[in-house]
């Protein structure tokens, strides 16, 4: 029975249903704590019943879920109320490929557009190890502004392995993995391989996409039958119609391309659909070139008509000529024809002549409409442009791992942290620090969202690809004010390469973004800190141990920076890194604070800057260690204006030279240095707690108690702003709120015997 109006899946409140198949309801429902529409597929219950294949939903929910690509489905949850089973997506507001090939005569363009996107999507599932196996028009939805969504991946695993008739139009019953003697796929669109059971790989899904393409330009299905049997033994044994029987203008670049992902013979077809995206994307530009070609002699030719029955000039200067026709002399005969109409038919009398003719007036034409075409593309690009000349703050989202591999998590989380770091140090650019962005971390979201949240306009995401010695990244930059693409690029590189790789790409965003770089800005970016590519590695496997703290394994960041070190003994940022390690250490507790432990700070951070006056974190290091341990706080305040000095983006710098203002009484300095420190964090929890102290200690009692709750918003968990939220209620004289802030934080800390003593005493 389908769930009616109201009905509650979580947060999500349903409205009504939109559509149910042999694979599941789909409903329309309102998240209530976002306040946005969804749509919520259920999960059949004779499929959840069994573990297996609930284990196997589950793990194409969670393997779609990793995928950010605007043309893959994004999920926002997978849950379950009870004994039902849901996934929560996007709302999508179109209609699929199916409807829309029926309601509508496809272009040329059109289908070379929604293919490319098809392929797009595919590509980059293939590249994280997903294989779709069901691609048909009916898991393809097309939005009202033509962006093309690809639905359901890996939808076959959930299909049960019972032995029932397979329907030409339902997919067939089976499977588990890509086993031989299992069947998967939707019987028009399954590849010889899934029809005879045999294992499949991406290249299935490259047949399917030709079986589309085919379909989408003939008007018809390449491969039919009466009964299932019969498409099987078609796709088997029978080629496909010529194309151009159907559809007599489809050009013959097309049809290679959609006879090579049809051939029966995997191994014969595009071996990856990247291959196949990019023939269809060459196919296009040359097309619209073409057409551009002809628009532009079109208006050249009306342009000579006017000028001629102006002037009454009728030479071959002008481009133009007049022809007698069919040689019967007669002037009512006579008409206009274009230059290379004209030249066409004077080959044949004046051959050396006309071929000189025909060389200089064919290059003339082809350059003025390229030059159009060119004029036309770059008004494009400088509309593009121009969105991206106004961008002055962006934020670096966390980088996806899409290799399969969480060993590989270092990679994307550390080249995310490198790029932040370079991109701070752009002159009038700001950008969002580590500790905000990774709150975003593993979070579908709405570039939009994102930018409103962190006041930001554009958003920079990224995917990683590692597989062994090679390394893929996909970055895109989105406008976050309206959501628009302003530009994307794909690396692929040798690890090896890494270290050139992230001032190769520091220095393509800026170029986007339209900031314009001094010398010194561009020496900046491309500064390699290392030339080794191993011990940059273990610097960023230093630097993604760093913040597992205060897990026990933040303790390993100290032995991939010293690892880094005896790599390149010269690596200054590494000896940064133990800098940091120790004295952070030290400082909160997690090593004891002995005079050893911050000698070691201060010895890695003296080397560091003795390799590199100009490290900001090296710095900051040095300062705490002047500060908690050589009682020289003239000397911390100039190692932290120094760090601030040299990166202004250095947000962490800000926050300590903040406190050490508040130590000092210097509220006024304190506040300056946080209001700057939270445009750059403004997700920070020390930011807001240190703001919310400065308020307290000068008395502003409402406005402190107001900060410390946004505080306790970021992190309800934080221990110490309960405590200090319940010394201002103290303050107020709300004796009962100061008590209950003081006993959260005692149980927070693990301290329950306190808190109920605390409780009791003033109950």
Known sequence: MPLSHGTNLGRYEIRSLLGAGGMGEVYLAQDTTLRRQVAIKLLPANLTANKDRLHRFEQEAYAISS?????????????????????????????????????NSLELREVLDIGIQIASALSAAHAAGIVHRDIKPENIMIR???????????????????????????????LNRTEPGVVMGTTIYMSPEQARGLEVDARTDIWSLGVMLYEMLAGRRPFEGETASDVIAAILKVEPPILTSSAPDVPAELERIVTKALRKDKEERYQGVKDLELDLKNLKKRLEFEAELNRSAATEEKNSKAERATTGNDSLADGTTQV????????????????????????????????LILATLVAAIAYFAYSRYRVASDKANNSAASDASTIRSIAVLPFVNESNNVDAEYLSDGMTESLINSLSQLPNLSVKARSTVFRYKGKEIEPQQVGSELNVQ?????????????????????????????????????????????????????????????????????????????????????????????????????????????????????????????????ATGFLPPTSENWSKSEAAANKALALDDALPDAYNALAGVKQFNNDDSA??????????????????????????????????????????????????????????????????????????????????????THELLGDTY?????????????????????DNESATMLERTFA
Not at 158 to 166: H, K, T
Not at 513 to 519: H, I
């Open 67 to 103: 995928l950010n690509h605007p043309n893959i489905l994004t999920i926002h949850e997978i849950g379950a109320e009870g004994s039902l089973h849901f996934i929560a997506t996007e709302l999508i507001e179109g209609e699929n490929l199916r409807q829309h090939i029926k309601r």
């Open 144 to 174: 009202r502004d033509r962006l093309a969504k690809v639905l359901d991946f890996g939808l076959a695993k959930l299909i049960e392995q019972d032995a029932s008739a397979v329907d030409t139009k339902a997919p067939t019953k089976a």
């Open 324 to 355: 007698a026709a069919a040689q019967t002399g007669d002037a009512s005969a006579i008409q206009a024809t274009s230059s290379i109409e004209f030249i066409i038919g004077e080959i044949k009398r004046h051959k050396l002549a006309a071929l």
């Open 458 to 586: 554009a958003i920079l995401n990224g995917r990683v690809v590692q597989r062994g010695d090679d390394l893929a990244l996909y970055l895109s930059l989105v406008d976050a004010r309206n959501g628009n693409q302003l530009w994307g690029e794909q690396y692929n590189r040798k690890l090896a390469d890494l270290v050139t790789l992230q001032g190769e790409i520091a220095h393509d965003v800026s170029n986007k973004l339209w900031v314009k770089l001094s010398g010194a800005d561009e020496q900046k970016l491309a500064k390699n800190y290392t030339e080794n590519a191993e011990a940059y590695q273990l610097y960023l496997k230093g630097r993604y141990y760093w913040y597992k703290f205060p897990a026990k394994e933040f303790e390993k960041s100290r032995d991939y920076y010293q690892q880094a070190i005896d790599v390149d003994p010269n690596y200054a940022l590494a000896y940064a890194g133990l800098a940091e390690y120790y004295g952070f250490g030290a």
């Open 635 to 720: 000397g911390a305040e100039r190692d932290l204006r120094r760090a601030i000095e040299l990166n202004p983006s250095y947000a962490e710098g800000r926050n300590h030279y903040a406190a050490h203002l508040i130590n000092f009484g210097r509220l006024e300095e304190a506040l300056a240095q946080m209001r700057k420190g939270l445009e750059l964090e403004p997700l920070s929890v020390p930011f807001n707690r240190n703001l919310a102290m400065t308020f307290y200690q000068t008395r502003q009692y409402d406005r402190a108690i107001e900060q410390y709750q946004k505080t306790l918003e970021l992190d309800p968990n934080d221990a110490y």
């Open 730 to 750: 103290e303050q107020k004289g709300m004796q009962k709120e100061a008590v209950a802030e003081w006993s959260r934080a005692l149980r927070l800390t693990g």
